[in-house]
């Protein structure tokens, strides 16, 4: 509960109302990581490498569509 009220109040001092909504979505992704027990880091690594010129299915670079190797390889770099 700690972590959600942290950044509720942080959210607070954002700036601009699109800026939120990126946060907002950033914020719900590192939580889905966690709940899929994906490294977070890895996993953006993980998209934004896949992202330039990406032309299929978004499903398909969700935490829980990672690859376990992939993952342990990008942890093992970091």
Do not use: H
Not at 9 to 28: D, M, V, W
Request: aromatic share 6%; net charge positive; hydrophobic share 40%.
């Amino acid at each position: 509960m700690r972590p959600v009220t942290v950044g509720r109040k942080n959210c607070l001092f954002i700036g601009a109302p699109e800026a939120g909504q990126r946060s907002a979505i950033l914020y719900t992704m590192m939580e889905e990581c966690k709940r899929c027990k994906v490294d977070g880091l890895a996993w953006l690594t993980w998209v934004l490498g896949k992202l330039p010129g990406y032309r299929g299915d978004m499903e398909e670079l969700m935490p829980a569509a990672m690859p376990k190797a992939e993952e342990e390889v990008k942890t093992a770099q970091i």
